[in-house]
């Protein structure tokens, strides 16, 4: 199969974890381009893919030839209303907005590329200007402080509720520009002043981390004994939910002190972890594709035990 020029981010680290086999059922449950899903299939595995974005059929067409593949238009929180419990080998997630997305000005999700102001990974929902031109000036705020970790997220509300009385957003770059005034222009920063706030309100629009944390939990269900889940993410508030996820799943809890006793009982672990802490992308991958600096990869292998929400 040719592939695309888009390289998925730790795609040797994820088929280490994953080792599909000929006969093995895999769920890539971000499909994006397809680098995952050809990397299974040159491995002989069936894969059944999710991806919410319509467009992803585009890459999906030259993997339907090998009569292995599956493409659900569907958010990959859903995969459990498709499998059986323990009946998948293992389950892959690439989290966030792809190169793509990144990439085509239409989409709405780069501050560098004029386009609708929109950052929907899907077709359907609310868009990033329904957000901005719509939300109360707090609740801005709180979305770019919580989710773009932006120190000065009142500040920036206040200057796209101020401009928004005059003319709603419409465009990224004029929103982009609105948030640099409010930063105080550049001043020779090598990152964006709207970087952060981009990401927030993608990351709001999508529902990106509950769409996490439900996917985490669907992947739990459907895995089989010995089965194994491989989690990507690129930024920290993602990382912080798949480490606290596999953290508790692996039943790593707290020693507890001469203050307080350990933490005993609760559900039995379902997951053991294949390796310590998270892998990253080494430098020869970084070199050749910076976007993956932020990469980390975590991972599990699934124990006997019942998922916790089916758990006695």
């Known amino acids: 199969m040719t592939a695309p020029s888009h390289v998925s981010v730790l795609l040797s680290e994820v088929v280490d974890v994953l080792r599909p086999g000929a006969g093995d059922l895999i769920v890539d449950g971000t499909f994006g381009a397809g680098g995952y899903a050809r990397a299974f299939l040159d491995a002989g595995a069936q894969v059944t893919a999710f991806d919410r974005d319509p467009s992803a059929g585009r890459f999906a067409e030259p993997l339907m030839a090998t009569g292995r593949f599956k493409l659900i238009e569907a958010r990959f929180s859903r995969m459990a209303d498709y499998f059986e419990p323990g009946s998948v080998d293992g389950v892959a997630l690439d989290i966030g907005v792809s190169s793509m997305q990144l990439d085509e000005a239409d989409r709405g999700f780069s501050f560098m590329r004029d386009g609708p102001l929109d950052m929907r990974m899907s077709d359907k929902g609310q868009t990033a200007a329904d957000l901005v031109n719509g939300a109360e000036q707090a609740e801005l705020a709180r979305i770019i402080w ?37 930063l105080g222009g550049r001043r020779g920063a090598k990152v964006h002043p709207a970087t952060k706030t981009f990401q927030a309100l993608r990351i709001a629009v999508n529902e990106e981390l509950t769409e996490l944390e439900a996917g985490l939990v669907a992947a739990e269900k459907i895995l089989k004994v010995g089965g194994r889940l491989a989690v990507v993410t690129f930024h920290s508030l993602e990382d912080r939910i798949v480490k606290a996820f596999f953290t508790a799943r692996a ?29 990253d992308p080494g430098d020869a991958e970084i070199a050749a594709n910076p976007r993956a600096r932020s990469a980390k990869l975590r991972a599990g292998v699934r124990t006997e035990a019942p998922a916790w929400r089916d758990a006695a």
Do not use: C, M, N
């Open 251 to 279: 039943g790593q809890l707290p020693g507890g002190s001469r203050h307080a006793p350990p933490i005993v009982g609760g559900p039995a672990p379902t997951f053991t972890l294949p390796f310590k802490g998270a892998r």
């Open 146 to 182: 919580l989710y773009g970790d932006e120190r000065q997220s009142r500040r920036i509300a206040s200057f796209l509720v101020r401009r928004r009385a005059e003319r709603p957003f419409e465009r990224t770059l004029d929103l982009a520009e609105v948030v640099e005034r409010a």
